[in-house]
């Protein structure tokens, strides 16, 4: 097998059209044969648009050094509109040098507004009213040249829209041009279409638009017309013929316009669709346009355009109905066996007119009715007239919905019962790569990581979303910071945060605060809402910096780092001039342990003080700040933010820690908080670690914690000595806990403990949605600390491993999780038989791990039974208080030793 540089990606993504990084990063990963791997010298080149390599536009020579991720094109100026092409080759610590990986192109989009000529358009108002539902063409015919050697079209919408060339749906993306902060921020896509064009005759290319974030409903309070009150489209098409020239078509006044098939398409409410209306041919040059009304152009700007930042959202799996049930209340419903987000497609045989109305919910009630209640005023209804077509299919093309079950109305009944083969279920999500894995000995802890998955893919459509299906589906920050170190270990997010990342910076506040939801759409007026107006909270507004660091943590990306650290330095200098003091947060509205159960009746907020709650979080967004100065070399900085940092932490003993080491607060959440950001320290740690310890044990092992106390509270108990605590509420089953929602047969992650309740009723319809990721932040706590796949932070992206699996009161057998990081696959696992533990992990190349385990002596670990230490790959082994730490090189190895009897559980001591 040898040694190989592979899996090389520009901008963490490979083959991809329109980047407009003028200097874009290279990642690849390296495959060797042989232990203790690492890479001590690479090579890239860069080719331009012929790929020929024996004279590349770049080549970076031999350079000595182990980066093989985050690596910067640094070759002469790119051009717009250009494809370039990239390979790399390595040399390893044993000499090696490997082939030249598979070369990998990208293309650049346009690199200054001014390159765009077409104009923005729009059906003549005196024609279509721009306030009507239905979706709306746009189309333009137009002549080709023979000998095209390549086109592209480069387009966006206000609203969301589809292309298409000559009849065919270009591309797979769906909602594009996805949703931005659009005042500040709007992507758009490129596309290829040099094979659907027709060299030498007639060509007819059109989009058609629906509302979309844009300007279709948008929050609970109906808004309509946020970013605008006209869908528009933009587009530029440039064709490339052999003979050098090129020839552009442009979105322009000589378009023409008309109302087809989609007579509503809202995101929250579904689409109405009159297949009777489809004007076939409508995008072909063939088509009679003489109907159709004439555009005009209005005015939007180019100038804060940016070609599309992350993956595309498309239709990533196709499910087939479970079962079909008639409801005592006579409705027919289709079970999908899973709460998924996306669209259903159909297939019909039905007279022409037919009406089938589909309705799409979440659960089912404790009767077995169909129940939409929870949706609050979201329709999600399809109403589809069918043309009469045998084989007829349709899917809506402008709009998602959350749902599991399906209502179908409107069939003749003798074809209720092919309903099973007329309807797959189409999920659809932002098209980020899956890289984690988890399981082990327990079917139901399985199920929450399927959970977990399923919540993150129903809410990563395009923006971190708190739920897909109710009047909402906003990008919560809370909720985002939560669950983002979660989210990274199952999928690949880096693209998909760093954009949503630069909306949050777009949409802060000039004061530093930060919306609560991003892009800012409940405060998204013209003229701009003023700040003062618009609130921030604690542990919300947090994620400005959080999520920069998680994502330096996860794919060691420094440039976001210093691209969001004013934005991260705002923020907390806007806390430190909210106090009164300004090193407490105790003033004004925050959202606190938001559904925490120790709540009073009839409120959201758990028992925990807001003010400590504020305080925690400003210091411990100032220790993350202090240390995105030291990874960008910010001296100054680290010294002023140091400083605040101990001020903050003197002020929270002094306000929430009682002279004899209690928390003021009795709270789980308060315990974790103050042992999570090393708020206390010594004797008065470990008081609050029993404490924390005995507030769950005195709950019968049961959690009180809402959406700030929960992610954080296993880590708090594991970290702490109380290891064995943590697990059992993993492993609990009975509410509140994990396992409770999974008892009660959830695919996804519910919002409330008890969305459904032990007697089967639900929680108040105002807010209960069965698919809110934020719990699922718990999977970070089952990689690292269960299956016990972590890094050591002080390098980033997983350049030194640290596999530490801990084995609690024999309630697992077996827990193993995989992650495919930037440096390549890292594996993690254990099991455990009758008297002996088997540590089996794999570490990539060009990164090193260390390896700890606890209750083991280093004599008794084996590998193949020899002494672990000795064994190939193992560069140091030191054994103290019972535990083991080997440093080793990559490789994969399997270690054992003597499983000891259960040991009663004693906190550890620092
Ligand atoms: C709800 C959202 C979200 C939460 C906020 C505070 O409306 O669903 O999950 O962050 O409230």
Redesign the pocket.
Known sequence: MGFHAESLTCEYRTDVLGLDFKAPRFGWKLRSDRRGTLQTSYRLQVAGADGDYSAPLWDSGRVASDASIQVAYAGPELRSRTRYHARVKAWDSFGRESAWSESVWWETAFFTPDEWRAKWITPAASAIDPQATPAFMLAKRFEVKPDIVSARVYATAAGVYELYVNGEKVGDELLAPGWTSYRKRQQYQTYDVTNLLTAGGPNGIGAMLANGWFKGRLGWETTFNLYGDRRALLLQLHIAYADGTEEIVCSDESWKAAEGAIRLSELYDGETCDANLEQPGWSTPAFDDSAWSTAESIALPVTHLTAQEHHPIRVIETIKPRELIRTPNGEVVLDMGQNMVGRIRMTLDVPAGTTVTLKHAEVLDKDGNFYVGNLRSAKQAIVYTAAGVPGETYAPTFTFMGFRYLSVAGLPEEQAEGLMDAIVGEVIHTDMAPTGEFDCSSDMVNQLQRNIQWGQRGNFVDVPT??PQRD?RLG?T??AQVFVRTAAFNYDVAAFFTKWLRDLKADQNPNGGVPFVIPNALFETDPPTPQEKIPSSSA?GDAAVIVPWTMYLCYGDVRLLSEQYESMCAWVSFIRNEGENEYLWNTGFH?GD?LGLDAKENSYVGATPRDLIATAFFAYSTRLVRETAVVLGKAADVRKYSELHDRIKAEFSREFVTPSGRLAAPTQTAHVLALMFDLVEGDVKKRIARELNELVVQNDYHLTTG?VGTPYLCFALSDNGYHATAVKLLMQETYPSWLYSVSKGATTIW?HWDGIKPDGSFWSDA?N?YN?Y?YGAIGEWMYRYVAGLDMDETEAAYKKIRIRPRFADGSLTHARAALESPYGRIESGWSQEADEITVRFTVPANATAELVLDDVALAELKEDGLAADLADGVTAAEEADGSVRLTLGSGSYAFRYPAKQEAEQEPVTA
């Open positions: 708190d739920c909402e919560w809370g909720d919300w959202f938001w959406f919002e807010m949605s809110h934020a």
